[in-house]
């Protein structure tokens, strides 16, 4: 039977006034790659931490395979962490940071020797074992790191955003590997990050996580395209948010009214009334020529036009005054839309979803693309 | 005089002006020292005329050198026997109160950090005083040896305090935390992390109570009971308006020498001690940073 | 979990040992200089509860302390000689740490180094070295006959109060400048280039960034050195040993050669601690300010 399952019950943390994490149910299933996402000081870390054991919760209950961890202290849990800053012992060598574990387990000198040879070896860091740490570059630290919590066979490995601290290159090229290390050992991975990229790379499932509670728990694909709540849109990849009045169920969709302009919403809370926001990711928006005509299609200009390498981003401005980003894959055909160009934006129902309507005050995050370019053509156009 | 306005106009810009101040200070800073330390190679008695080269204050006369005579070589080895008894205690009680006041983010902080740094901020005769009159009055130790000690470790402490909290605070709680986490109790975690970690700071902190208890005059003198608990400075403040011959020269700058050499050697055992740990701070910062 | 009462174990002998041997003595002084005198020993007796506390002893130094009296006296030139050392502590200091702090370049560690050095020489060591220096044949007189400045061996050592201002400046810059460093090596390069880069020659960048962001420094450090210097009473036996030149340091050793006079010294002890308490309170309020905000300060 797999162990490493855990189970997050009601969890809650206050630091005094401050409610770090504010009674959030998780279960994550044993040999899963979990991801923890979310903007800094949603509380994934405080979490993270309460797994561990460093921190005490003020509330709920922590299960690893079902027996509630509150009364063991950290070093009893079957739980290792890898942290952020790795915090590699820096008097002693490679090989007996690794085998710290396993010395404080006493276990034999002959098999440390061979567990931490092995767990080096497929770390790629055999040779390494007489250096200091630092000797070592920041990704051959991360490996260590690793191999430190790996080598003690854990039931759940934490993670706390291991690879923030290296450049791009080195962390898709780590991504790969933390993830194929992963699925070979088939321990429980609890990973923290802030890079969306990374969790939808790597995790089998994610918890998106802001202001201490869990805005949803999805697989990536689920997560991506079928978004709950106006946060999660937004902080994964594009969302093309858009503020309207929903006006009821119609058939399969729901008749949603932007500016002077009716659509039909395919998707998600069809039978929302009132004011909500609906989302269409950017692939799934058409760009038409200025003439085409028929449903979902609302006029609008191209207002620019943004080189991503691979794939190409246009910025349209609606007649209705949003502006919606396309995303159109270079694949060798000639560019057919320049800046200033009128276009008809195409919104397929069925990739238009509705979200329930957001309590007061749980805006939508200032997204980097959309608000500011907003803000800035304005200003030029007005100078 | 156009040239002399200039000059006056913008003195402080004028490196070439600064650098020379500052290195006419450090001549007069340092050179009465060592006039002071070559007069105790003088031939005759004098401490101020100069009468030809010798060694006799150091080793040579029978009665009067340094080597020779009781008194002097007394308050040596009191002032050593201080000195030793001083790291020896204090710096663990400071190691200690370290690591209380930095981990313990309870309510009693706040009033022992203040308890700590009073020492720091007490001229040393309000010290004194106050230890004389307990001593006296309410825990009837006698003065000597034994007073001297507690004295002397009483503000030490502080001192400790101060360099060992400083290294803590850039270590950061995450090796600990790391260390727990893969197995180690906190006993462990502490034993075997943490005070490596902290290893050079101890030195360092040894080093320098050291030199506050080889050098301290104020409480060490109200706590001395005769001659025989005399230390080199209380030597020097009976002595150095009387008859004093170079011998007490020379028995002062024993202990130049030994205060020097001590920090030399500590802060060379600093540099290589510390050169496999984390970045982030100096040798020198850190001794120069104790004031 | 953490057991809680880990690290404020580790902490116990410290604050036992200060509590004992530093707050307790704080509280005999009290008890001393408000006791009373055994009348057939004549010793001092202290009174330890606040309730039966005599006023006699402190009435004395309160009355010595009225414009004119002996303790008026000693205490206004006290504040004198340390107003007038600090001044040329100052003096002499800033420049040094100035320059050690924006210009020495290459040899800055070379100079730190010698910077540091008195600093571990002690106090006594170096009022030795000038004592030598002043005797009536020393090197000082001797130099300044052979210039023609005096035409006698002028008493140095004998009750100048401007031998004791000297040897006090002498004495207390190094503790001076290490702090005023400290803080001038902090200063940004990048803020003082700012003040170059907009207008300001290297004076009056001088006095209008580099001065004012060292005020804080200043004034610490200077405090740092006036509180010994305020207790300090054996640079004047050493240098003068004259009554004329008595500090108030002094005037408490007075009454701690034993007797009966113990309880004047205490008071006297207090009204000197009440006084200092203002400048205390004020070095332990900025520095501990300065350290919550930032991880770098003066302790």
């Known amino acids: 039977m797999k162990t490493g399952a855990v189970d997050l019950v009601q969890l809650r943390k206050d630091f005094g006034e401050v409610t770090a994490v504010d009674g959030i149910e998780i279960a994550i299933e044993a040999g899963e790659f979990f ?286 005054g949003t502006v919606v980003q396309a995303l159109s894959v270079r694949d060798g055909t000639p560019e057919k839309w320049t800046q200033g160009t009128a276009v008809q934006a195409y919104l397929p129902a069925e990739a238009l979803r509705v979200l329930p309507p957001s309590p007061t005050g749980s805006a939508a995050p200032a997204t980097p693309e959309e608000a500011p370019e907003a803000d800035e053509a304005i200003e030029v156009g007005a100078g | 005089m156009r040239r002399v306005r200039d000059w006056f106009a913008n003195p402080w810009g004028q490196p070439r002006f600064l650098g020379a101040f500052t290195w006419l200070y450090m ?237 030399a050697l500590a802060y060379l055992v600093y540099r290589w001690a510390a050169r496999s740990q984390p970045a982030g701070h100096s040798a020198l910062g850190d001794i120069a940073g104790v004031t | 979990m953490t057991r809680r009462w880990f690290w404020p174990s580790f902490g116990l002998p410290g604050v036992v040992w200060l509590v004992l041997l530093f707050l307790v003595p704080t509280y005999a002084v009290l008890a001393v200089a408000f006791g009373t005198v055994d009348p057939i020993f004549q010793t001092p007796v202290p009174i330890w509860n606040p309730l039966h506390w005599e006023f006699g002893a402190m009435e004395t130094v309160l009355r010595g302390l009225a414009p004119g009296h002996t303790f008026w006296i000693v205490f206004v030139r006290t504040l004198g000689y340390v107003t007038i050392a600090l001044a040329g502590c100052l003096l002499i200091g800033y420049p040094v740490a100035y320059y050690l702090a924006r210009h020495a370049g290459r040899m800055k560690g070379a100079l730190l180094v010698l910077l540091i050095i008195p600093f571990w020489v002690s106090y006594l060591m170096r009022m030795l070295a000038w004592v030598g220096l002043l005797l009536p044949d020393g090197l000082v007189n001797r130099v300044l006959l052979d210039l023609g400045v005096i035409s006698h061996p002028h008493l140095w050592l004998a009750g100048q109060a401007s031998s004791v201002i000297f040897a006090l400046i002498y004495g207390y810059v190094p503790y001076l400048i290490l702090p005023l460093f400290a803080v001038l090596d902090r200063i940004d390069r990048s803020v003082l280039e700012a003040g170059r880069d907009l207008g300001g020659s290297p004076f009056r960048t001088f006095l209008h960034v580099t001065l004012p962001l060292s005020k804080n420094g200043i004034l610490a450090a200077s405090v740092l050195i006036a509180l010994p210097m305020f207790g300090d009473y054996y640079t004047n036996d050493v240098i003068s040993n004259s009554p004329r030149t008595s500090m108030i340091g002094n005037q408490i050793n007075l009454f701690f050669q034993g007797g009966a006079e113990q309880a004047v010294g205490a008071s006297l002890v207090i009204v000197l601690s009440l006084f200092l308490a203002v400048l205390m309170s004020y070095y332990l309020w900025i520095t501990v300010r300065a350290s919550a905000e930032t991880k770098d300060s003066l302790l």
Request: hydrophobic share 45%; glycine share 8%; proline share 5%.
């Open chain 2, 27 to 263: 001549i007069w800073s340092i050179v009465p020292v060592i006039i002071a330390i070559v007069f105790s190679f003088n031939n005759g008695r004098s401490r101020s005329v100069w009468q030809g080269f010798s060694t006799r204050w150091w080793w040579g006369d029978p009665y009067n050198s340094v080597l020779h005579d009781p008194v002097l070589r007394g308050a040596l080895e009191q002032s050593l026997r201080l000195a030793g008894f001083d790291m020896l205690i204090a710096v663990p009680i400071g190691v200690g109160l370290a690591l209380g006041l930095t981990r313990w983010r309870g309510y009693g902080n706040r009033p022992v950090n203040y308890l700590m740094l009073f020492p720091l901020v007490t001229p040393e005769i309000v010290m004194a005083v106050s230890l004389l009159l307990v001593f006296d009055h309410l825990y009837h130790v006698p003065f000597g040896t034994e007073a001297q000690i507690l004295g002397q470790v009483t503000f030490s402490i502080s001192y400790v305090v101060i360099i060992i909290r400083g290294r803590l605070l850039s270590i950061g709680p995450e090796y600990e935390e790391a260390a727990r986490d893969l197995g180690a109790s906190q006993l462990g975690a502490f034993r075997l992390v943490l005070l490596p970690l902290l290893a050079p700071a101890i030195f360092a902190s040894l080093i320098v109570v050291f030199a506050l208890s080889i050098d301290d005059f104020v409480v060490t003198q109200y706590m001395s009971a005769n001659q025989q608990t005399q230390t080199v400075p209380i030597l020097i403040y009976q002595t150095v308006r009387g008859t004093a011959t170079p011998a007490l020269n020379a028995v002062a700058s024993v202990m130049v020498f030994a205060t020097l050499s001590t920090v």
């Open chain 1, 35 to 320: 991801s923890l996402l979310g903007p800094s000081g949603c509380g994934k870390t405080t979490t993270l931490r309460l797994i561990a054991g460093f921190e005490r919760p003020t509330g709920g209950k922590i299960l690893l395979d079902g027996v509630d961890m509150a009364a063991t202290p950290p070093h009893r849990r079957k739980v290792n962490t890898v942290f952020q800053s790795y915090a590699l012992f820096p008097h002693l060598d490679v090989f007996d940071n690794v085998a710290f574990g396993l010395r404080r387990a006493h276990v034999k000198k002959k098999e440390t020797r061979e567990r931490v040879t092995r767990v080096l070896e497929a770390v790629q860091l055999g040779d390494y074992g007489k250096r200091k740490p630092a000797q070592l570059s920041g990704g051959q630290q991360q490996r260590v790191a690793l191999a430190r919590a790996l080598v003690l066979e854990p039931a759940v490995l934490l993670l706390d955003e291991p690879l923030g601290a290296l450049d791009a290159k080195l962390r898709k090229a780590l991504q790969i590997e933390l993830k194929s290390i992963q699925e070979r050992f088939g321990i429980t991975f609890v990973y923290v990050t802030h890079d969306q990229e990374e969790a939808l790379t790597m995790s089998d499932r994610i918890a998106v996580m802001s202001g201490g509670h869990v805005e949803q728990i999805a697989t990536p694909q689920t997560m991506y395209d079928e978004p709950e709540t106006v946060f999660v849109a937004d902080f994964l990849g594009v969302s093309n948010l858009m503020q309207v009045t929903a006006e009821g169920p119609e058939g399969v969709a729901c008749r949603v009214k932007v500016g002077a302009f009716e659509l039909a919403a395919g998707c998600g809370e069809l039978g929302v009334r009132g004011e909500t926001h609906v989302v269409i990711r950017p692939e799934r928006v058409v760009i038409e020529p200025y003439e085409a005509a028929g449903a979902n299609r609302v006029p609008g200009m191209v207002e620019r036009v943004v080189y991503n390498g691979a794939s190409e981003q246009l910025v349209i401005r609606l007649a209705t």
